[in-house]
């Protein structure tokens, strides 16, 4: 079975211009976590969905930051506009807790370069 | 604010010896409980879960789980230079067992002398 599909993996930007991540989560995963990652701060939740519908925002870090879930198979997490502090790895996880566990798998990642 | 906490090392330990890796957690709440491995430049990869107090096996790795002490470990029997890589502890961040998202560990950096 096919992981968690994350594109780009590599995206290099200026400043101010706007930045969209995409991610496909694992077919039947109903849950779907976007996570940053930079040498200072580690691997931090910014948001997560459960069935399309956001949960919890609190990790976003402004309002630069958002993200939607159109469909069971796609989410996208949009920077605008971007600022050299937002360069960090983006990952984009998901999980099936009706597995009965709580286990996230996680994309490749998209490394993120604001200059 | 909900804290994991593991040394960051590195851990030096030769091949064919136990790794052993420790994390502790503040949230008395957290229900479940991983172990991460993630090598330079890829993503973090899944080795082990645990839910319940007490030793859970799968291969050479072993988690342990007190949730008196708020302590999770992870040994790695005949450690291998394969496993030469940084370890992350997560905790699930709420009473939602682990469907709420995780919080993370800075990771421990394991190297495995030949």
């Known amino acids: 079975d096919a992981g968690v599909i994350q594109s780009p993996r590599h995206e290099v930007t200026e400043m101010g211009q706007e930045v969209t991540l995409r991610c496909k989560p694992i077919s039947g995963h109903d849950y779907l976590f976007w996570y940053r990652q930079t040498m200072m701060r580690g691997l931090e939740l910014l948001i997560y969905?459960?069935?399309?519908?956001?949960?919890?925002d609190s990790g976003m870090p402004e309002d630069r930051f958002s993200a939607k879930m159109p469909n069971a198979s796609f989410s996208t997490l949009k920077i605008q506009p971007s600022e050299p502090r937002d360069s960090a790895v983006y990952f984009c996880a998901s999980s099936d807790p009706g597995q009965g566990t709580y286990e996230q798998y996680f994309g490749p990642g998209t490394r993120l370069t604001v200059t | 604010q909900k804290e994991v906490e593991q040394n960051s090392g590195p851990l030096s330990v030769p091949e064919g010896a136990i790794a052993s890796l420790n994390c502790t957690y503040s949230?008395?709440?957290?229900?479940?409980f991983f172990w991460y491995r993630q090598y330079s430049g890829k993503s973090p990869e899944l080795i082990m879960s645990?839910?319940?107090?007490g030793d859970k096996e799968d291969g050479r790795f072993t988690a342990q789980l007190n949730k008196a002490s708020q302590y999770v470990s992870l040994l790695i029997r005949d450690s291998q230079p394969s496993d030469s890589a940084t370890y992350l502890c997560?905790?699930?961040?709420?009473?939602?067992?682990?469907?709420?998202?995780?919080?993370f560990g800075k990771g421990t950096h394991l190297i495995i002398q030949p």
């Open positions: 645990i839910y319940s107090n």
């Open positions: 969905f459960n069935n399309n519908v956001p949960i919890d």
């Open positions: 949230d008395r709440v957290s229900q479940s």
């Open positions: 997560a905790v699930n961040r709420g009473a939602g067992g682990g469907a709420d998202g995780l919080t």
